[in-house]
T-cell receptor, first 114, second 113 residues
């Protein structure tokens, strides 16, 4: 089984709808991350969490919110989806502190907002 | 601010040819550097990383990268590419103070039969 899973894998929604993307990891990592990937822009950090009580904004947090329900679960919400939030979304987890530890990525969720 | 530049958006090489993907970074201290690969329809997988020691690092799948502080570069190389190497490659730098990784914009690699 995959260490980091994301649901759904694909989602099409309409402008103004609320949507939640879910992420679970079985690696026991304390740190979790949400990124979005757009062509030519690489991965940009939306939110990250160092533990259940520690949530931090990334570089592009506007229009998004997150919830860390447990060490293993980190969900991303779009309160009112808009078309420019159409992207590929990745969740990742990491152990320990410092910027030198590997991040483990889920398979991604492809979101389309019409 | 830390940043990563991958100047090549798309590269095509022939199967069996050598490969070099370029990466330049901007970081005040000794950087933590990574190369990740994203195969079609999949998440990112770590190829290799550098944070100290030998400046030539070996990774999985026959890849290697060389850290050159004087050029602020961390280029990825492979002596002979295989069709299965077709993917998108991301260079990244780790921010030690905040446990964050900053990614470059990626280089898409295509393999010519």
């Amino acid at each position: 089984d995959a260490d980091v899973t994301q649901t759904p894998r694909n989602r099409i929604t309409k402008t103004g709808k609320r949507i939640m993307l879910e992420c679970s990891q079985t690696k026991g990592h304390d740190r979790m991350y949400w990124y979005r990937q757009d062509p030519g822009l690489g991965l940009r950090l939306i939110y990250y969490s160092f533990d259940v009580k520690d949530i931090n904004k990334g570089e592009i947090s506007d229009g998004y919110s997150v919830s860390r329900q447990a060490q293993a679960k980190f969900s991303l919400s779009l309160e009112s989806a808009i078309p420019n939030q159409t992207a590929l979304y990745f969740c990742a987890s990491q152990t320990g502190s410092g910027g030198y530890n590997e991040q483990f990525f889920g398979p991604g969720t492809r979101l389309t907002v019409l | 601010a830390q940043s990563v530049t991958q100047p090549d958006i798309h590269i095509t090489v022939s199967e069996g040819a050598s490969l070099e993907l370029r990466c330049n970074y901007s970081y005040g201290a000794t950087p933590y550097l990574f190369w990740y690969v994203q195969s079609p329809g999949q998440g990112l997988q770590l190829l290799l990383k550098y944070f100290s020691g030998d400046t030539l690092v070996q990774g999985i799948k026959g890849f290697e990268a060389e850290f050159k502080r004087s050029q602020s570069s961390f280029n990825l190389r492979k002596p002979s590419v295989h069709w299965s190497d077709a993917a998108e490659y991301f260079c990244a730098v780790g921010e030690s103070s905040a446990s964050k990784i900053i990614f470059g914009s990626g280089t898409r690699l295509s393999i010519r039969p």
